[in-house]
């Protein structure tokens, strides 16, 4: 279950939460029925329900400074996008397999790179000489 939880120095809550419902389960609609879940839930992977959160708590003006995550919730772009975007501040574990390729998290997550890439570009490395004026030797 994906929750919020706001803290202070004085104290923390829990502020806002989602009942996350396997892929399994949403599609099953006996077993839906059966554990009473409404029509409208449908399947969300957790960080697309955090994002839901988020942009509920931003329009009700919960105010907080950086949302914190496990590697599941860093391993998602829309997730990092969202936060970036909305200039939210975010510390989130990452795996240790997440590539820091942007080109090849778009193409995993449906959408298309952003044109060619050019050196010293998102992971492309530049020789120190070359970043500093000079030709590559």
Known sequence: MPMLTYA???EHAFVNRRLYLAEAWAEDRERRR???VPDEVVFATKPHLVIDMLKEETAAGTPFRYLCGDPGYGRDPDLRAFCHDRQIGYVLAV?????????AQR????RSPAGPRQPGHLGTPRLRAEHQGHPPV
């Open 107 to 110: 193409k995993r997550a449906g």
């Open 34 to 36: 059966q554990a009473g």
């Open 95 to 103: 795996p240790v397999d997440l590539t820091a390729d942007r080109r």
């Open 8 to 10: 202070s120095a004085a």
